[in-house]
């Protein structure tokens, strides 16, 4: 198996002066790596400058809280590197979009509106972790005039606008309001961090790539009782990486269109909330960072320098019954965790939090986490008195848990399909709209089994509703597997069985590897809820 996957060095070597006369600028080039080499215009030079590490504040997105909130989706002249600006296609002009933050319970209508070049096509937005009904899950929809053919999913021919889904796509030029009631199971639903991202049959990674990603938080009644950091000390994190030209533009990985197995794309640049490197502020005192991994393909396995303890909080889908101290996690595309750290312990230091290498996992090969530093915390040397604190226990499993059934009623296989035209499959087929794999009654408690039987790690998000682990393996999972998710990292081989209860909303949901090409290319599947 290949992968992009070297090991790259997170900092270009090249930094200097935008501006130097032409007869040293020719000079200069002819010593450039050619990936450095950019065209002369007129005397100016331009060659990319890479931000020196720990040099840029590390940017916290614009929250929004509003109950009705309209979100252009637009081009936008994003900074990222020194130098140049970066044209991207965002929610809102920034990149990640806008952070919503909203409370459990209270229906939130967002309207998205298509302001982007009809080159993007029509668009969907998922909010990824929700529970909503499935005309507002953000479905990928099926071809279209603008997409009249799939490369890797077979689609049912003469499909309605409703059989595809492709009623509830925004065409270019218009809008779309999602509804959000934020409940579950007749409930406020459970706080957690979660994000939304495009969600476009075929081109998922291409629109997310180019910027189409922002974090959302949810807060409920039982996290906001607990004394657990917040306000300015409750951090979302956003990982994800890119590659950008000579002229600091965003590179083009998908024209390549690298095929299964191989068709993971990776960055050269792990981005911070948009920044290379970035460093923050904090004060000697506790803070709760949620961190999200959206990356297209790469693994991260987090840690602090120094050795400072890291203690899990939350997964996926929110507070986890306990609180797990860990010294590294690892953190697969479309998982989120939330950590609480203690700066008191670092007074005055520079703490790094980085990524290495995979230290476990039955087949470590399967993904290659990213090693490098990730940003850079400046610990304020003042001595801060801190009244937080993370309690020993947190929310309790739902009670549907202990009565989840315990041999699986549905197996989920993935394998790679061969021939001239090799793509990834669920239980023998690419993704179609129309095609329904399995199915759940409302208020029903499912236990499913997700098969790896390939030879690369895949992510496994199910939509609808958060899913308990009942084991890996037939082992019993780790303490923070244990526990709701929503995306489940599997090696290749693993077998993990899980639990759900499907609630409030019929319809269909789709199944995918969040490895967003294995998505695009027909890694993707569907269930339906029954009345
Ligand atoms: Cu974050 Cu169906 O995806
Ligand atoms: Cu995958």
Same mark, same amino acid.
């Given at each position: 198996?290949r ?14 002066r935008?501006?130097?006369s ?10 450039l ?7 002369a215009?007129?005397?100016r030079?331009r ?18 809280t509003?109950a009705d ?7 936008a002249?994003?900074?990222?590197l020194?130098?140049?600006?970066t044209r ?7 990149f990640?979009?806008?952070?919503i933050?909203?409370p459990a ?7 998205f ?13 998922h909010?990824?972790?929700?529970h909503?009904?499935c ?13 009249p053919?799939?490369?890797?999913c077979d ?8 059989e595809s889904g492709?009623?509830l796509?925004i065409a ?9 009631e ?6 406020p639903?459970?706080?957690?961090f979660?994000?939304?991202?495009d969600?476009r049959?075929?081109r998922t990674?291409r ?5 189409l990603?922002?974090m959302?938080i ?8 607990l004394?657990l ?8 994190l956003?990982l994800a990486?890119?590659?950008f ?19 993971g794309?990776?960055?050269?640049h792990?981005?911070?909330n948009g920044?290379? !490197?970035?460093?923050h %502020? &904090?004060?000697a005192? +506790?803070y709760r960072? =949620?961190?999200?991994?959206a990356?297209?393909? *790469? ?6 320098s ?11 889908a929110?507070l986890m019954p306990r609180?797990v101290r ?6 697969g595309?479309?998982?989120?965790v ?5 700066f008191?312990a670092a007074?005055g230091?520079?703490i ?8 476990q996992?039955?087949n470590?090969?399967g ?6 530093? !990730?940003m850079?915390? %400046? &610990?304020?040397?003042q +001595?801060?008195?801190? =009244?937080s604190?993370?309690p020993?226990?947190l *929310? ?6 202990a009565?989840?059934?315990?041999e ?9 399909g061969?021939g001239l035209?090799?793509?990834w499959l669920i239980n ?18 499912v ?5 790896n ?10 939509h ?6 009942l084991?890996?393996?037939?082992r ?8 709701l ?7 290749p ?5 899980i639990?759900g ?7 269909k ?5 969040h490895?967003?090409d ?5 890694l993707?599947?569907q269930f339906e809820?029954?009345?």
């Amino acid at each position: 198996m290949r992968q992009q996957l070297q090991p790259q060095p997170p900092i270009d070597a090249i930094s200097r002066r935008s501006l130097l006369s032409a007869a040293a600028a020719g000079a200069l080039a002819l010593t450039l790596p050619p990936a450095a080499r950019a065209p002369a215009s007129g005397t100016r030079l331009r060659v990319r400058r890479s931000a020196r590490p720990y040099s840029t504040p590390l940017p916290i997105p614009e929250v929004l809280t509003g109950a009705d909130l309209t979100i252009p989706m637009r081009e936008a002249e994003v900074a990222i590197l020194p130098g140049r600006r970066t044209r991207m296609w965002t929610y809102g002009g920034s990149f990640p979009g806008p952070t919503i933050r909203r409370p459990a319970g209270a229906t939130t209508r967002v309207r998205f509106e298509h302001r982007l070049p009809r080159q993007a096509g029509e668009l969907t937005v998922h909010l990824h972790g929700g529970h909503n009904r499935c005309e507002e899950d953000g479905q990928p929809g099926g071809l279209t005039a603008a997409q009249p053919q799939s490369l890797y999913c077979d689609i049912s021919a003469g499909l309605s606008a409703t059989e595809s889904g492709n009623e509830l796509l925004i065409a270019p030029g218009g809008e779309r309001t999602y509804t959000y009631e934020l409940i579950e199971d007749g409930a406020p639903e459970r706080a957690a961090f979660q994000w939304y991202h495009d969600h476009r049959l075929d081109r998922t990674a291409r629109n997310v790539w180019r910027g189409l990603a922002g974090m959302w938080i949810l807060d409920d009644e039982l996290d906001a009782s607990l004394p657990l950091p917040r306000g300015q000390r409750d951090i979302p994190l956003m990982l994800a990486d890119r590659s950008f030209d000579a002229r600091n533009q965003l590179t083009d990985p998908f024209a390549a269109r690298r095929r299964p197995p191989d068709d993971g794309v990776t960055g050269r640049h792990v981005l911070v909330n948009g920044a290379v !490197l970035p460093y923050h %502020r &904090v004060r000697a005192q +506790r803070y709760r960072l =949620r961190v999200l991994n959206a990356s297209h393909f *790469r693994a991260y396995e987090l840690r602090l320098s120094g050795g400072l303890p890291i203690v899990q909080i939350a997964t996926d889908a929110g507070l986890m019954p306990r609180p797990v101290r860990r010294s590294r996690v690892l953190l697969g595309p479309g998982e989120r965790v939330e950590l609480v750290v203690d700066f008191a312990a670092a007074r005055g230091r520079r703490i790094h939090l980085l990524s290495g290498r995979r230290r476990q996992g039955p087949n470590k090969l399967g993904s290659v986490s990213y090693a490098g530093p !990730l940003m850079q915390f %400046r &610990v304020g040397s003042q +001595r801060e008195p801190d =009244r937080s604190a993370v309690p020993r226990e947190l *929310r309790p499993l739902p009670a549907w848990v202990a009565e989840a059934p315990a041999e699986p009623s549905h197996v989920w296989r993935f394998t790679v399909g061969g021939g001239l035209r090799p793509r990834w499959l669920i239980n023998g087929r690419s993704f179609d709209p129309a095609f329904v794999e399995a199915s759940a009654r409302l208020g029903q408690t499912v236990t499913w089994e997700l098969r790896n039987q390939t030879a690369v790690a895949h992510l496994i998000h199910l939509h609808h509703t958060d899913w308990y682990m009942l084991s890996r393996n037939g082992r019993r999972p780790p303490p923070w597997e244990a526990c709701l998710k929503d995306t489940f990292f599997l090696d290749p081989g693993e077998r993990v069985l899980i639990a759900g209860r499907v609630s409030d909303y019929t319809g269909k949901y789709v199944v995918h590897c969040h490895m967003l090409d294995h998505e695009d290319h027909g890694l993707m599947s569907q269930f339906e809820v029954l009345a």
